[in-house]
């Protein structure tokens, strides 16, 4: 038993320290390196603090704003820990109602606008966090927030397009407008 025992608590030993410490601090390196943005977060940054990250929504509610997607992680909007879809299905009560609700939220807070509201608006990605809405999204509430902001319809639509991200790879998903991003570069305006 004792020509045994040694033999395994060195290899033991050995990959412990292989695999729980050397390994995750290489590749822990390796990413700061080559991706150091993305290792740290993929933060945004505003006159030099952290005011969000471009992978994870944030709940944006004043009508100067554009909104993202609903959050479905509970009680706290946008909490990464609790990252994953609601589970409702399409025939749900619940999910029924919560679109519903979403959709006369959106209607009090331009109800001037008679466009069909996008599905993005009203219901959560899987993850629960996407930081993304359409470009037509976008545009749904262009007329609001411009309002809001007292700038001119086109100076909003030209700031979407501009913002605007094209689909992944030129076919995957559609345009899409990370609504941080825009919702900066709108208090920078």
Known sequence: MKSTFRPALVIFAMLTLICGVIY???ITGIGKLVFP???EGSLVTQNGAAVGSSLIGQAFTSPQYFWGRPSATGPMPN???ASGGSNLGPTNP???D???GRIDALKAADPGNTAAVPVDL???SGSGL???ISVAAAYYQMPRVARERKMAVEEVKAMIDRISQ???MGFFGENRVNVLTLNLALDQR
């Open 37 to 39: 943005g993305q290792a």
């Open 166 to 168: 094209p689909q992944y």
């Open 98 to 100: 919560a679109v519903k």
């Open 130 to 132: 996407d930081p993304e």
């Open 24 to 26: 995750p601090y290489a």
């Open 94 to 96: 619940a999910l029924l």
């Open 122 to 124: 009203v219901t959560a």
């Open 79 to 81: 909490n990464a820990s």
